[in-house]
């Protein structure tokens, strides 16, 4: 079998059905790579874009740029469930409100919120996830988290449904969103589609299906530059790429807080914290 790539970005189409940990074990296999993890995951229902990091890139999870994130979502009025998407079971039941009421509440979900996250997610109280001890008949005491909404593009706003684009930081739960419009407006609702189209700087549009793991075709896995758009690229001689991969310190010749430090065939090196006058490498991808 050929060589393939063991360092760097892959971008998976999610489908329906599969767990974000599921399409990191068909990558697993694909890449015959151990090392690789999701930037951000998505619930089984769920669509869309999943940003894999593979082999030494995932050391680099802190700094690749994930935000903003941009879902496309339906929203079903009349219930609400215990997971407060399609996947629950319906908990309370209610008119379905005026279109006007839907869209006039839309500003109140926006901006800086305080979330409470759904019974059923993988938050943790006391080291136990929320989703296992609903699944044993118990519910933890959740706390609020603050989260940002951006804002919402409205697609189509009938009585029972919303279909919207929600653009959001990351921690930001849609299935919550849907729960919490439903009840300031005097109704219920639920999520009954969610499509992740875009994460920072990636789109789903750039995203292999499925189908291209499966089948172990040729995978191009993408720079991990890719995910550093905003950093500042400081590119160095020999004498600075071996003193980085001894994890000593170079001079910072451009702006900002961190750098992407590139070797002399302008590929990414390690990633840097500004010092003084000197970048000190924080996550160095080739040693010595």
Request: charged share 25%.
């Given at each position: 079998m050929p060589d393939l790539p063991t360092d760097g970005l892959l971008l998976v189409d999610k489908p329906a059905g599969m767990t974000s940990h599921d399409v990191v074990a068909l990558a697993r296999r694909a890449l015959r790579v151990r090392r690789i993890g999701h930037h951000g995951t998505l619930d089984p229902f769920a669509t869309g874009l999943l940003v894999l990091l593979v082999g030494r890139v995932t050391r680099l999870a802190p700094f690749i740029a994930g935000e903003p994130k941009v879902y496309e979502a339906r929203i079903r009025f009349g219930?609400?469930?215990?997971?407060?998407?399609?996947?629950?079971?319906?908990?309370?039941?209610?008119?379905?409100?005026?279109?006007?009421?839907?869209?006039?509440?839309?500003?109140?979900?926006?901006?800086?919120?305080?979330?409470?996250?759904?019974t059923v997610s993988a938050k943790q109280v006391g080291g136990e996830r929320a989703h296992a001890a609903a699944r044993a008949g118990r519910q933890l005491e959740l706390k609020p988290a603050t989260v940002v909404v951006h804002g919402w593009e409205v697609h189509e706003a009938r009585p029972d449904e919303l279909h919207a684009t929600i653009r959001c930081g990351g921690?930001?739960?849609?299935?919550?969103?849907?729960?919490?419009?439903?009840?300031?407006?005097?109704?219920?609702?639920?999520?009954?589609?969610?499509?992740?189209?875009?994460?920072?700087?990636?789109?789903?549009?750039?995203?292999?299906?499925?189908?291209?793991?499966?089948s172990g075709g040729d995978l191009l896995l993408r720079s991990p530059l890719d995910g550093l758009p905003d950093m500042a690229r400081e590119s160095l001689d020999a004498a600075g790429v071996a003193a980085v991969r001894h994890g000593r310190g170079v001079p910072a010749t451009l702006p900002g807080d961190f750098g992407a430090l590139l070797n002399d065939e302008g590929g990414l090196l390690a990633v840097a914290e500004r010092v003084d006058d000197s970048w000190q490498p924080r996550v160095v991808l080739s040693a010595a």
């Open positions: 219930a609400e469930t215990d997971s407060d998407d399609l996947t629950g079971t319906v908990t309370r039941e209610a008119s379905v409100p005026a279109r006007e009421e839907v869209l006039a509440a839309l500003p109140s979900l926006t901006g800086t919120l305080e979330q409470l996250p759904p921690g930001t739960y849609i299935r919550a969103l849907a729960r919490d419009l439903g009840r300031m407006i005097g109704s219920a609702a639920h999520l009954t589609s969610l499509r992740r189209i875009a994460s920072g700087p990636f789109n789903v549009a750039d995203a292999i299906p499925l189908e291209a793991l499966r």
